[in-house]
């Protein structure tokens, strides 16, 4: 959950003509987020350094940058989401975490599952998109987000992440008129997970059916 900002007039005026959705997600408290960002950039290896630095760079020059950080259990992956988003958020800005399974999500910092964020519909095919309207307050947070985090993604069908490309393509649109013709419409998205853990679960499926799911077959 956000941290609660102890200045409260300084709460409404970023939540000024804003939408509950984008207030929810300014409702932290930027100061202690600075200092445990600092104190997170300390304790980071070499290795998680340079994928924090790649990261930042592709979400600060605003190019389309999609990565995906592969490790098995415990090699701190989480850690990293953490310090990107304490950066992104210590700085008023948006940072959408997500995971693929609920107790995944409650590791994460304001962390969502990503059905729920992002209304991905239940039944999925090639041709799919998200239960997100143009102009709605869902298609706001995104539009305003600097970064996507999706942790534990090799567990969902592809078809649920390829709906989502699909989707922001199109309500980036107004905003970025090359979204159709970038990846997640240019936005900076960050995958996570162990491919070798768990794949997504396929009712009555073979083994090609089940490797035509996973997010490597997208």
């Known amino acids: 959950m956000p941290y609660p900002n102890t200045d409260t007039s300084f709460q409404q005026l970023m939540c000024s003509g804003l ?60 850690f990293v989401w953490k310090t990107l988003a304490s950066a992104v958020r210590s700085k008023g800005q948006i940072a959408l975490a997500v995971a693929s399974s609920g107790i995944a999500s409650l590791l994460l910092p304001g962390g969502r599952t990503a059905h729920s964020r992002f209304a991905i519909p239940l039944n999925l095919d090639e041709f799919s998109t998200c239960n997100i309207k143009q102009g709605s307050t869902l298609a706001e947070l995104i539009t305003k987000a ?3 985090i999706w942790d534990e993604a090799p567990m969902v069908n592809r078809l ?18 090359n979204s159709e013709n970038q990846l997640f419409g240019g936005k900076t998205v960050v995958f996570g997970g162990d491919i070798r853990q768990i794949l997504p679960v396929i009712p009555k499926g073979s083994r090609q059916d089940i490797v035509n799911a996973t997010i490597n077959s997208s």
């Not at 997600?25 to 997170?40: D, P, Q, S, V």
């Not at 649920?160 to 008129?177: G, P």
């Open 19 to 78: 939408n509950s959705l984008i207030c929810d997600e300014l409702r932290y408290n930027r100061r202690k987020l600075a200092g445990e960002h600092a104190a997170y950039l300390q304790q980071l290896t070499d290795e998680q350094r340079v994928v924090y630095k790649s990261i930042m760079e592709a979400m600060n020059s605003g190019r389309d940058g999609v990565f995906f950080l592969y490790g098995y259990g415990s090699t701190r992956k989480t």
């Open 160 to 177: 649920c992440i390829e709906a989502l490309d699909r989707t922001m393509r199109d309500i980036l649109r107004f905003k970025n008129t």
């Open 146 to 148: 600097k970064i996507i």
